[in-house]
Structure formats: C-alpha cells, structure tokens
C-alpha cells in the first residue's frame, strides 16, 4: 500500500456513489484518512447502471452550456480543476482503456460499467479507505470543529470533515433517496426544488396504447406558449403513457422545468425531417397516384409503420381513411402533410423518479464555494455530485460533473 501521509484529518465522505467515491480516493491521496458511509448493502449501484451498463464515463465536449441550474456557470470551478484529461488520465491508471463514439461520448473498451466499479473498489481497498455500507446518515451535528454523523442504527461516527455526496432523488431503487436535502437543510442549506431530468414525457393522447412500441427517426421540439425552447433529433418511441427515446431525455428538463411553473407545454415531432415540405408534397402527390387503386390507407404501407398510418390520418382529420387514394383532396392531402412535420402533443408530466436518470435542481450553489466544493455555510462541509443544482445533458456529462466535484471535494476536505 503507498503511504499518502499520516491521516492527520479525518474525513467522513456520505454517500458512495460516483462522486462520492472518487471523492474518498482525492481525500486519501491528498493525506487523508478516509471513511465511506453508504446507506446501501453495497456502493455504487448507480455506476453499474449508467450508459445501459456501459457506463459513459464522460463526454469529450464539455462545454459548460451541456450544464443546467439556476447557475450552470458555477460547474466550471470544478470541471477546469479536474478535468476531462485528468480524469481519464487516472481512469487509465486505474486500468481502464477507453474509447470515444458517436457524440464524443466516452466508454471503457469492456463496455463493462461493472469494471469501473470494479477499479474503483480495488483502488479504495489499496489506499486503505474503509468501506461502511448499511451505514444511513440520519444528522450531520457539527460539533468541537469537526462533525458527528448519527446513524440509522443508532451509532455515532465523528470525523473532521464531511463530504456530502448522497447523490438526488433519480432512480431511488439505485440508492437515491433525496436524504441530502434533509442533512443540508438541517445545517442551513437552501435547496432548490428537485425535479426529474432525463426522463420520459407524459402525453395527452386517447391512442397511444394503439401506437406503443413504434420507433422511428424524429425531429422532437419543445415549445412553450408556441415559442420554440429546444429540439433534438433520433430514435423516438412510443409508449401506452407518451414517448420515449434520447431525443425525449434530452428535451425533457426544459418540459420538466416550465411544468413545474404551471406553464403549458406542447411537443412538436416532424416525423419527415428529411424533406422539405414542397418535396414532401410532390412526393405524396406521386404516391398516391401511384397507389390510386389502393385505400388511402393501404397506399402508405411501405412507406409509414403500418400501425402508425391509421392514426395518423385520422389526426388529420380525415374521417374515411379507407377512401380509395386517387380520391384524396388537396385539403385531405395538406392535412396529412401537416401531420407528417408538425404533429403537436401536449406535455402533461414527466415520468417518476424510478424512471427518471438525473435529478434536476439540488442543494442551491451560491452557498458553495465552486473553486473547492466548500460549503460557505458551515466550515469543514464539502459538497459533491448530484446532490447540488447542477444536472447535465445526456452523454456522459453528469458522470463527469460527479468526477469533478468529487474529486475537488476531495482534495478541499483533505487540505483546507
């Protein structure tokens, strides 16, 4: 084992996440002597289940606009102190290979989510930071300038620091529970009202148990008062409550966050994205001569998912869809057109915390210190990971934001 100095300080990291541990392995090679307590049987669960299992460890664009919160600038303190390099610099030491796909999204060659636990743990067990699951964090009692952390079953654990790292409220079956909030409250900590980031969109829709499970290639937009906020491109599915698929994930904190304002959201998909509309008009004109002895709704077969045709011609208004082809109107026709590029959903929800893969909002960033993870409020907390207002675009991002301020944490708790 290499000797990292004699603990002189003590700290206490809660939470063994991501953010969490790379926190404890900062803090033990800046000296540190180092404890984990993780409220589940087992650390990082989440880890195992990032990036379909893959783990997209990071994203090798991170420019702060990928960032959110109520000041999405304040990522930047931790993401210029441990950055993209230096992550991935130690991820190799650690012995993980990695490569970059589509996007600038980063995966270990294993395509093993569980080797980056794996590398993790082994790298814990060798600095000598010890491990405490099944240990939940009930107080954090700041007390003789250091802490006392009250446990679930009723023990004590003191430390001279404290990293928060309890992760948000996303995926709670993967050991984020919101119990963060509680323990930054209690010591004087604001929190910036959580909602679900990464997420699927509820729709108001009396058909989509007719149209579940159809993908297709859209254009997905989000409007709000019919102003445009945001849109995104790629596989989108159908499910019996709304929609699904990365584009959505990617569209759904901007939903998320003018819903919880009360504010009426629509969806815009353009399910012809490849054409403009005067080709797409030409086009259809030539089909359905083409198909002119078929039904109209026969004629789109090969073209349209067959589960998808009588939908939507029906939300284009069009009462007989099986009217022979060669019998469509130019009204009929335009109907159909704007169906095609511009069917509009109204956004009812999002989609449960189970369901949901990042938290958006958190413990309020203005009273961290963003060059070290410190709180302003009380002296010898630091703060780390999603726990904060902070959330990334899907592809890596968040995973990166756990590293980085985790890591800064780390040294801070151990240094300052």
Not at 267 to 288: G, P, Q, T, V
Request: aromatic content about 8%; hydrophobic content about 45%; overall charge positive.
């Amino acid at each position: 084992m290499k000797d990292y100095g004699a603990r002189k300080i003590k700290v206490a990291v809660v939470g063994g996440g991501a953010a969490g541990l790379i926190a404890a392995i900062a803090a033990r090679y800046n000296g540190a002597g180092v404890t984990v307590l993780e409220r589940m049987d087992r650390v990082g669960k989440k880890i195992l289940a990032t990036g379909n299992g893959r783990c997209n460890l990071s994203n090798t664009d991170l420019d702060i606009a990928h960032y959110h919160g109520t000041n999405p600038k304040f990522a930047f303190g931790a993401l210029s102190r441990f950055d993209f390099h230096q992550t991935m610099e130690l991820f190799e030491r650690l012995g993980i290979a990695w490569k970059v796909e589509e996007g600038g999204k980063v995966f270990p060659v294993s395509n093993q989510a569980s080797s980056v636990l794996d590398v993790l743990r082994h790298e814990l067990e060798t600095l000598g930071v010890e491990t405490r699951c099944n240990a939940e964090v009930k107080e954090i009692e700041p007390k003789n300038s250091g802490f006392i952390m009250h446990l679930g079953d009723g023990s004590r654990f003191k430390a001279d620091r404290v990293i928060l790292a309890t992760g948000g409220k996303a995926a709670p079956q993967l050991g984020s529970n919101g119990s963060g909030y509680l323990l930054a409250q209690k010591l004087g900590h604001s929190i910036v009202e959580p909602f679900p980031a990464l997420v699927q969109l509820k729709l108001a829709a009396d058909f989509l148990k007719q149209v579940s499970g159809i993908k297709f290639i859209y254009l997905a937009e989000i409007q709000v008062a019919a102003k445009p906020l945001a849109r995104a491109e790629g596989e989108i599915l159908f499910t019996d409550y709304g929609i699904s698929g990365p584009p959505i994930l990617a569209l759904s904190r901007s939903a998320g966050e003018h819903l919880r304002r009360g504010e009426p959201v629509t969806l815009r998909l353009n399910l012809i994205n490849y054409m403009s509309r005067d080709e797409l008009e030409l086009f259809i004109i030539k089909r359905l001569q083409q198909q002119s002895h078929k039904t109209l709704s026969f004629s789109l077969v090969g073209w349209i998912n067959k589960r998808l045709i009588p939908v939507l011609l029906r939300e284009a208004g069009i009462v007989d869809i099986n009217k022979p082809a060669g019998q469509v109107t130019v009204a009929e026709r335009n109907a159909i057109i704007d169906i095609l590029q511009d069917w509009r959903f109204e956004v009812t929800g999002v989609n449960t915390w189970q369901q949901a893969q990042v938290t958006a909002g958190g413990i309020n960033v203005r009273e961290v210190n963003q060059k070290t993870m410190a709180s302003k409020l009380v002296p010898g907390l630091f703060l780390a990971g999603e726990v904060l207002d902070i959330d990334g675009d899907c592809g890596g991002y968040n995973l990166q934001w756990a590293w980085s301020s985790g890591y800064v944490a780390g040294v801070g708790a151990a240094t300052l």
